[in-house]
């Protein structure tokens, strides 16, 4: 039986993890692989005691998951994620040297980093799959935290060139990113890709027949953040008009935005949005389901003419998200356009859809801008001004119920089972056989 050791650089109860990472390794647990996870705990010692640990490991494992847990260090910054990526390089070692797996699975660079070291310090050499994700040395550049073109954001270019010259296998998130990071890859005729070879010149047409050289073997898949939809069709039976009435809502038209605010997600101009619909609507309700700054989103909607009869702002459960959505007629999700965000595959996205709620979100953000007007599935955003606002509210309005569309494209474009567990399982496939 095929052995895989996921790295994450994250802790095993949040948010991503369980939403994201633990669903796909599932998947990728029903071709008879065996699963371990590594993951970085923040204050492992302190919030985490020994019974703890041992009932997660417990409950895992009856999952075929094996878990293993390092400690996260936060502060100083760099030294302490040199001294994180050090520990781990040590533990994927030693995993290497007693389970001999036939994947290291990074999610990301940092992982992806203490992967490849690890396997050059090892005698027995696993396939290296580089779930590459984001534009990582892009993101902090965008977002203010290295300064561009300084020595963090070229050391990380060089690490970044360095993996991918090193790894096996490749997963992005956005067809965008597949055409910026491997323009010349090859499609396949049963789905997926073929990239580079490892010594730097791009793939030919010898690397589309049937025996493709070993050298141009390392396959690459395009997967968008997927969810789980059973989940949310469960969601979808409990009747809207439950939420609506527990709410207060009656008929009223529902925007609704899930996530956070602030960073990458365009908080004033959501907020400007909502002012905006109640200016065109003055039966418009905004829900808003986020983890934190609910005072001050509140403040804000009541300082934009909203009183508080007309939102909704809580922190909502998360099996208890696709009942609210099912509940909104139009969602909204404006983010930062910048060059990293062309890697994005917002998950809200799909959950949007996965509940039948159209979207109306701005341009330059992955693949969000050909997936709603492919599909025809809400509204893109020109500008962010009051007309603009009013434009794309009446777009919504000319598509009708589209209910039914929106969750087919979910089904189609994001389905955890039929899309994100497929193609994880054939790229494995492929690593594993060379195929």
């Not at 993996?163 to 890859?185: C, H, M, S, W, Y």
Request: aromatic fraction near 10%; hydrophobic fraction near 40%.
């Amino acid at each position: 039986m095929a052995k895989t050791l996921y790295i994450c650089y994250f802790g095993l109860s949040e948010p991503l993890v369980q939403t994201q990472v633990l669903p796909y390794l599932r998947e990728i647990r029903k071709d008879d692989i065996e699963v371990s996870i590594l993951t970085f705990e923040p204050d492992l010692r302190s919030r985490w005691t020994s019974d703890r640990i041992a009932y997660e490991r417990a409950e895992l494992a009856a999952e075929g998951i094996d878990w293993h847990c390092l400690e996260y260090h936060k502060w100083p910054s760099v030294p302490a994620t040199f001294y994180d990526i050090l520990k781990g390089t040590l533990f994927i070692r030693r995993f290497i040297a007693k389970y001999k797996p036939d994947i290291l699975h990074g999610r990301v660079h940092v992982p992806t980093l203490m992967g490849a070291l690890a396997r050059k310090l090892s005698r027995h050499k696993p396939k290296l799959l580089f779930d590459i994700r984001g534009f990582f040395p892009e993101e902090y550049t965008d977002a203010g935290v290295w300064p561009e073109g300084g020595w963090l954001y070229r050391s990380a270019k060089r690490v970044e060139r360095w993996l991918v010259k090193e790894a096996d296998g490749f997963v992005v998130l956005t067809e965008k990113a597949r055409q910026i990071l491997f323009p010349n890859a090859i499609p396949q005729p049963d789905g997926g890709w073929l990239t580079e070879s490892r010594n730097g010149n791009e793939t030919n047409d010898a690397c589309s027949k049937v025996r493709v050289p070993r050298s141009c073997r390392r396959p690459l898949e395009v997967i968008p953040c997927c969810v789980d939809l059973d989940k949310f069709e469960s969601a979808i039976e409990i009747s809207a008009r439950a939420i609506r009435d527990d709410l207060g809502i009656g008929d009223r038209r529902v925007i609704v935005y899930v996530g956070s605010f602030g960073g990458w997600y365009l908080t004033d101009k959501m907020l400007d949005f909502f002012a905006a619909a109640r200016e065109d609507d003055r039966n418009t309700f905004a829900l808003v389901m986020t983890q934190r700054d609910k005072d001050r989103i509140r403040d804000e909607l009541l300082s934009r003419g909203f009183a508080e009869t007309e939102f909704f702002v809580e922190t909502v459960a998360p099996a208890e998200i696709g009942r609210y959505l099912s509940s909104a007629d139009i969602a909204i999700s404006f983010i930062k356009a910048c060059y990293s965000k062309q890697s994005s595959s917002p998950t809200k996205i799909a959950e949007y859809l996965a509940c039948g709620v159209p979207i109306i979100a701005n341009r330059g953000v992955g693949d969000v801008d050909d997936l709603i007007s492919r599909n025809r599935v809400g509204a893109l955003i020109d500008d962010f001004s009051d007309a603009g606002y009013r434009n794309a509210l009446d777009m919504v309005d000319a598509l009708g119920d589209v209910r039914g569309r929106c969750r087919e494209t979910a089904e189609r474009e994001f389905s955890l089972t039929s899309v994100g567990g497929v193609k994880y399982r054939a790229l494995y496939y492929r690593l594993l056989t060379g195929d």
